[in-house]
Every structure is written in C-alpha cells, then in structure tokens.
C-alpha cells in the first residue's frame, strides 16, 4: 500500500473513532482506534519516511485529525507536533482534552505512542 494511501486511512479512522465517540458507540470507536493504531504500525514499519509522511496531517481541515498525527509524532517531529498540540489545547471539549494530555504525558516523560 502506498504511503498517501495509509496516511488516508489513518485520517479516516480517526474521524470515525470520534464520531463513534460522539454517539457514544464505545465499541464502534475502539474498533477504528485499532485500525488507525495498525495503520501506524505499518507507517512506522517503514521507518522515518512512514512518520514524515503521516507528518502531512498537520495540516488536515479537521482537528481530531490533526491531533491524533500530532500524538504519534512527539518523538520524531518533536517542534511541529507541540505546536499542532499546543494550539489544539487552547480550545474546549475533547480532542483540545486530548491534546492537553498528549502534552502532560510528553512533559512528564511517560508518552509511549512511538518509543525508539
């Protein structure tokens, strides 16, 4: 599979898991957080190149997005996804709670989405 093609799959996953979410389908929003959790895996099984790529949601129209990319990339792309985060975390409701705890978990040394 193409790289553009996981980084799309990965960006819809996430846009379903927090829809799901919102209709309170616990279990339809697990599900497409294990998807988009095995499309990292296979962005990153292809090493930097993968994490650059998946990169490009920094800049996608809907925050969620954004964030979650931001989340994954704390370790790789350090500066840029702090700022995605740190903008996102000035706002209210869940995804700005998600990325105010994406930051505390970087800042307080227990992040883990991408260890080396």
Do not use: C, I, S
Request: aromatic residues 8%; glycine residues 6%.
């Amino acid at each position: 599979m193409k790289l553009e093609e996981l980084v799309e799959q990965f960006a819809r996953q996430v846009q379903a898991e927090t829809e799901a979410g919102w209709l309170g389908d616990a279990k339809a929003a697990n599900r497409h957080v294990d998807q988009y959790l095995a499309v990292f895996d296979k962005l990153r099984a292809r090493g930097d190149t993968g994490r650059d790529a998946l990169a490009d949601l920094f800049r996608h129209p809907r925050m969620d997005v954004r964030v979650a990319a931001a989340a994954f990339l704390l370790r790789h792309r350090t500066e840029e996804a702090k700022a995605v985060l740190e903008e996102a975390a000035k706002g209210t409701g869940m995804v700005p709670f998600e990325a105010q705890q994406a930051l505390k978990r970087w800042e307080d040394g227990t992040w883990a989405l991408d260890p080396e």
